[in-house]
């Protein structure tokens, strides 16, 4: 396997990022050669050394550093090493997008870290991929209002299965983490600096009580102290792992507006807590509702939005499988089911059988009853099958017919 | 100098309900006072022509002779009307009178309204009166030329003149020329709405399509303005087009009671009635014997707009029509019987706010207030109904997907697989017959459902998912669908599908 070559690779990969010149971009430029198969062959000198040689049309710059990292190619390695031994001491699991349980919402994303660490129950992210995640961000400090909406909705979100992502900063995102470590959806906190670097200081209480119960991601090496420019790289992430972001307070110029305008151009959902008009630091948060965001009203509109967007990630992966809220095990997800969905992603769709498909009608319903035409658009099944199997789940008793839409039995 | 027979004997023919009487008619002149009668159960129409003949006659050229002129309309016991025997008549004058020239032993079928200016007019129920003669010997076959779409439809030969002076020509001058009438089919109304307008509703576009490929009876409940007018409009266009048989049957009855000559379209008719109907309207005139909407939408679409705003007395009289698909009407003791075979669409508004169906809880009444609502509609009426969907207002992206892309020809599509399912019941059945409307009886074996799918049906029927009598609905319903797969048995599958369609869930 060489896990821990990969893993030193890995590593390598990240300290080229940190510590070469060799940006984002640069990269995207290095990676048309043909040399390079993947990204983690940048940790190999020959390869290296045959692109220096053989130019194949990059740009000029691109290959000016490359001959830079020759050169300091020793001391790269050596970063490397370090960060995988602190990775090895803290915990820390090195996870790339060549991995099979890289998290989806980034994957079909462009731009999300090839490489990031994690530390705490990295189930959480199978879990979410199923159920739903739901980014809580806003005010370092909010008011009782703020605090306490936040805490009612990531409790009910929370106990839906939906993973609640945030930054553990101080106020809401504090809050937000306190109020959803305990639920069935857990709870993610993405940060600025490295994982093993408790910032801000002060919350090592929920620190310790997330990296125990939930997941700590950071896309920075171990060690690795959070620096200013890195926070809305930082908010980025958390917008991309969640299905929708709720912005619980912000101000007129806030970190937290960051997050949902990426958020809104990742082509997801925004709600926003209303506020009064007289209190300033909810001033951001007004500016987005005037935008167009949506208004936070209660969670069923939440609920809603990530439904519809786990429906089209289902349908993006093809894959039904036995998908149903764990009331067993602690709100784990089975292995099984995990391995069922990714051998199913790679089935195409009109070759998945009737109980395929009839286990992707129930997931569609888990959340909210529906009627036959939003199934079929859901499924983009043609009505003949999708009434045909609801028949038959209706036979069943598994669901039943209630106001023309179709919903749960729960028996 | 012509012969001057002393009775003049001609045909023509009178229409009661759909059904045309042959007569004849005879002319008589004898010397004497001046006199005009008109004998034979006739009503004022027919006694008036004396007026319009004398004044046609001076128009054309030709003389009232003098005399008793006596004219016997036979059978004598019917009861007659219409002014389509002025032509017969002034023709019996004019033999009788020896101003034309009447060919021995010629058979002579005429028909025609006269003006005071000696042109001639078509009357209502040609049709149906032409049908009836165009299998008959006559030597003579003259009718006006405004009948000719008529006589088109009906497939009738003869000739046709517009004015008393061609008779001349025809009698003295031998310029009988004979042809077939042809009618131009209509190339159909454009304003048809394409299915592709109900994107989003994939159970009503089913439905619509099952409703068309088996001539089921079909409900469509959903809030105001989703778009259940528009189904009705949408259903006319995936029916394929009137045969000829059925053609005249549908012409002959617009034509009785429109009075004047309407296009000859090939669309299956719609005929839309509202929670103003009454069962008179529904039925027909029983003393004109003008047919009424029931009769009117044979081989189309009854479309019953907010169905359960209706009079209780008219949803339960609409239940035997929809069984026997006939509508009998008694006048003087003798029974007219019209067809009705129709498609009955029914649409409504789910419960008093109309928002039962619709996204989140917008609806504001109650369970029994709902019940009640619905209760209108009886249960024995339901039993006719074959299929049921609910709409909901269609989503804003679907609505701009509808205006901004390109109109779509999906009926057209629908339509084809219509035609072929209608192949295939009729090969099967016979006599015209299709899922919907094949009579009860032997269904199992004429249907070809296997034993084991009747079991499967009969399972789901013991666990309540149907009534009994609902059990022949659900499997014809579940023949369209094999129909429309093409498959030669009944399946389980179909079966299932079938039942997603009954009304459920209130």
Excluded at chain 1, 71 to 96: C, H, I, P, T, W
Excluded at chain 2, 69 to 77: D, E, L, R
Excluded at chain 2, 208 to 223: D, E, Q, R
Aim: hydrophobic share 35%; aromatic share 8%; glycine share 10%.
């Amino acid at each position: 396997m060489g896990n821990a070559s990969n893993q030193y690779n890995d590593c390598f990969y990240i300290a080229v990022k940190m510590n070469t010149g060799i940006d984002y971009r640069c990269f995207a430029d290095l990676m048309e050669h043909k040399a390079l198969r993947t990204y983690r062959d940048i940790a190999d000198k020959e390869i290296l050394e045959r692109i220096s040689k053989e130019e194949m049309g990059l740009r000029q710059n691109t290959v000016g550093k490359v001959r830079k990292l020759l050169d300091s190619f020793g001391e790269v390695g050596r970063k490397a090493k370090e960060y995988s031994k602190l990775a090895e001491q803290n915990g820390l699991r090195v996870v790339s997008c060549l991995d099979v349980d890289y998290p989806y919402n980034w994957r079909v994303l462009g731009g999300m870290p090839k490489v990031f660490f994690a530390k705490g129950r990295y189930s959480l992210i199978d879990q979410m991929t199923l159920h739903g995640a739901a980014a809580v961000v806003g005010s370092r400090n909010p008011s009782k209002y703020s605090q306490y909406a936040t805490d009612r909705m990531c409790r009910e979100l929370g106990e839906k299965g939906i993973a609640i992502v945030s930054g553990m900063a101080y106020g809401i995102d504090r809050q937000a983490h306190l109020s959803s470590v305990d639920t069935k959806g857990g709870t993610i906190a993405i940060l600025a600096g490295g994982a093993d670097n408790i910032y801000p200081p002060a919350n090592k209480d929920i620190y310790d009580l997330i990296s125990a119960k939930g997941l700590i991601i950071s896309e920075m090496p171990p060690g690795q102290t959070p620096l200013r420019q890195y926070f809305p790289s930082r908010n980025r992430l958390i917008a991309g792992l969640s299905d929708c972001t709720l912005v619980m307070e912000a101000g007129a110029v806030s970190g937290t507006l960051h997050t949902a305008s990426y958020s809104a151009a990742q082509g997801k959902e925004v709600f926003v807590l209303p506020n009064s008009i007289y209190y300033e630091n909810a001033m951001g948060g007004l500016k987005l509702l005037e935008d167009g965001g949506n208004i936070l009203l209660g969670t069923d509109n939440v609920i809603d939005s990530i439904s519809r967007a786990i429906i089209y990630k289902r349908m993006g992966l093809a894959c039904p499988g036995e998908i149903r809220f764990h009331d067993d095990c602690n709100g784990e997800v089975r292995s099984s089911d995990i391995a069922v969905l990714r051998e199913l992603a790679k089935v195409r769709p009109e070759e998945l059988t009737d109980d395929n498909w009839k286990s992707l009608l129930l997931d569609a319903l888990t959340l909210k009853p529906l009627c036959a035409d939003e199934l079929c658009k859901a499924t983009m099944l043609p009505f003949y099958k999708v009434s045909g199997l609801l028949t038959e789940l209706e036979l069943k008793g598994s669901v039943c017919q209630e106001k023309g839409k179709y919903s749960l039995t729960f028996v | 100098m012509a012969s001057r027979p002393n009775v003049a004997r001609l045909y023509s023919c009178f229409a009661t309900g759909t059904d045309a009487v042959l007569t004849l008619i005879e002319v008589s002149i004898s010397p004497g006072i001046p006199t005009f009668s008109v004998i034979g159960l006739c009503d004022s129409t027919i006694r008036e022509s004396q007026g319009r003949l004398r004044s046609a006659f001076k128009s054309a050229g030709f003389n009232m002779p003098k005399g008793h002129i006596t004219i016997g309309i036979s059978p004598a016991y019917m009861r007659k009307a219409g002014s389509g025997f002025d032509l017969p008549m002034a023709l019996g004058i004019l033999f009788a009178s020896g101003q034309l020239y009447l060919p021995p032993e010629a058979r002579i079928y005429a028909e025609g309204e006269l003006t005071l200016g000696g042109e001639l007019k078509g009357t209502p129920g040609s049709c149906i009166r032409l049908k009836t003669v165009r299998d008959m010997d006559f030597d003579y076959r003259i009718i006006p030329n405004g009948e000719a779409a008529s006589a088109g439809v009906a497939g009738f030969i003869g000739q046709g003149v517009t004015s008393l002076n061609e008779l001349s020509s025809i009698f003295d001058g031998n310029y009988y020329i004979e042809r077939r009438f042809q009618f131009l089919r209509g190339i159909g109304s454009d304003d048809r709405i394409d299915i592709s307008m109900l994107k989003g509703q994939e159970k009503t576009k089913r439905a619509l399509l099952i409703s068309a490929a088996g001539f089921h009876n079909i409900l469509l409940m959903g809030s105001p303005g989703c778009g259940k007018t528009m189904a009705g409009k949408i259903l006319s266009g995936i029916l394929p087009p009137l045969n000829e048989s059925e053609l005249a049957d549908v012409y002959s009855l617009a034509e009785l009671s429109d009075g004047e000559t309407p296009e000859v379209s090939c669309d299956r008719p719609v005929r839309i009635i509202g929670p103003g109907i009454t069962v008179g309207k529904l039925t027909g005139n029983q003393v004109s014997l003008l047919p009424g909407e029931l009769a009117l939408a044979n081989h189309g679409i009854l479309f019953a707009d907010e169905l359960p705003l209706y009079k209780t007395e008219v949803i339960d009289f609409l239940r035997k029509p929809l069984e026997d698909r006939k509508i009998n009407l008694l006048r003087h003791g003798n029974l007219y019987s019209y067809d009705c075979n129709f498609i009955f669409l029914g649409t409504g508004n789910p419960c008093r706010c109309g928002m039962l169906y619709e996204k989140g809880n917008k609806c504001r009444c109650s369970g029994p207030d709902i019940k009640r609502y619905l209760s209108k509609i009886s249960g024995p009426f339901l039993e006719r109904i074959d299929l049921f969907s609910e709409m909901r207002s269609i989503s804003g992206d679907d609505m701009s997907e509808i205006y901004i892309g390109d109109k779509g020809s999906e009926s057209l599509e629908y339509r084809n697989a219509v035609e072929r399912c209608w192949q295939m019941e009729r090969e099967r059945y016979g006599g015209g017959y299709l899922n919907g409307t094949f009579p009860d009886g032997d269904i199992r074996n004429s249907m070809r459902i296997p034993s084991s799918v009747i079991r499967f049906a009969t399972d789901m029927c013991e666990k309540g998912f149907f009534s009994a009598r609902g059990f022949t609905k659900i499997l014809r319903v579940a023949r369209t669908v094999a129909d429309l797969e093409d498959s030669a048995d009944v399946t389980e599958a179909h079966v299932s599908e079938a039942v997603a369609f009954r009304m459920k869930g209130v």
